[in-house]
């Protein structure tokens, strides 16, 4: 079973994820991408796709044309764990 990230852990881990916001209600974080055009977004969604089966821990997310709204969180662990800080890092570096 993975664990929650504790308290100290989570700011630490937030304090690294400076464009991602922490939504308290779900344990989770956010973060919202906007590209060109759809195409653009969905490649992003492909390259996710692809880092998500890897590590085999998926987001939550949505698409609207040119948006990809992206939600991590650890459902087994019941909140936000060292899983959601991997892959969002994962993430930031598909857009830097």
Do not use: Q
């Amino acid at each position: 079973m993975v664990e929650p990230l504790s308290e100290a852990e989570r700011i630490e881990a937030l304090d690294g994820l400076p464009d991602w916001d922490f939504d308290e209600g779900r344990d989770a974080i956010t973060r919202s991408f906007a590209f060109g055009d759809f195409i653009e977004a969905f490649g992003f969604m492909s390259r996710v796709a692809l880092l998500a089966e890897k590590a085999d821990h998926h987001p939550e997310w949505s698409n609207v044309w040119n948006r990809v709204e992206v939600l991590l969180t650890t459902h087994d662990a019941g909140g936000l764990s060292h899983r959601d800080i991997e892959l969002a890092t994962a993430i930031d570096a598909l857009v830097e």
